[in-house]
């Protein structure tokens, strides 16, 4: 279950602490991709990995820093930092104040504990989803590479910008246009990633199939657009409703800290989609497609 792997996560980063270690090492101690990781750990506990080992190691400085003689250049290398300006501008951003002053009786120090993950099951609420089986799939994609450090974070636009530009530049358009009426309906992919891989790819994109004119295929392909292929995979298929991607966001944060550990079905690391239908039901914003198999 996910869940208990964030919890051994969280072991690895409190047995390694004081070592150079960032979530690309702790994913790899529970044989997860980087991408997988980052999106499962940042969804359940709210914080990336990397924000997680930055807080411990700023705790552990503080407590350090007014129980021994520790100087704050040693403080400053013993917890990962190049150079005591930098440890100083972290410090002082998390606890709103300096290394030096909380050497001081009564400076300001905030503490962050090691977190203790635990499964609460709680009943009464309605998730609705369908499982569904697909082959492997081919689509027509525009495509872009993504630091995995933007995954549910919510202060960046990197996506929203990425289809606002593709429609600008009409990208998305002359594709649905290789569909048949009524069958126009465009998705937003994402990659699987390897483990050693540090950016996962993005796609937005139309699927080809018997009802799409592949005859003009390669004069897309020869202007930029790429041909995206998918393994054969269950999904679990969720419906998000609302006026923007915040409904999204939701769902993923449902299928994480409720559907996973109540179902046991763990996501995997195969393409995950989104579906804009061209003819969607009243208030859909989008179907979420997650690659799944059981725990």
Known sequence: MSIQYIQQAINYMEEHIYEDINYVQVA????????????TFSFIVGMTANEYIRNRRLTL?????????????DAAYKYGYESPESFTKAFSRFHGSTPKQAK????????FNPLVIKIILEGGGIMDYRMEHREGQQFLALTRAF???????????SIPDFWEECGKKNLIGPMTLLRREGR?????????VKEDETHFYYGIGV???EDTDT??????????YSVWKTEPAD???????GSDGNCLGETWEKFYKEFSPQTGYVQTDDTDFEIYFEKGESGLFCELWVPVRKS
């Open 184 to 192: 126009r309906d465009v998705y937003g992919m994402c990659s699987p």
């Open 28 to 39: 790899e101690s529970v044989h997860m991709s980087n991408y997988n990781f980052h999106r």
């Open 61 to 73: 400085a503080a407590q350090e820093l007014q129980t021994t003689d520790i100087s704050v250049i």
């Open 215 to 224: 005859a003009k295929l390669e004069q897309f392909t020869e202007n930029g």
């Open 147 to 157: 630091p995995n450090e933007i995954i549910n974070d919510d202060n960046d636009h």
């Open 207 to 209: 699927i080809i199939d």
């Open 104 to 111: 001081r009786q009564g400076a300001n120090i905030r503490l």
């Open 235 to 241: 999904y679990a298929v969720f419906k998000c409703f």
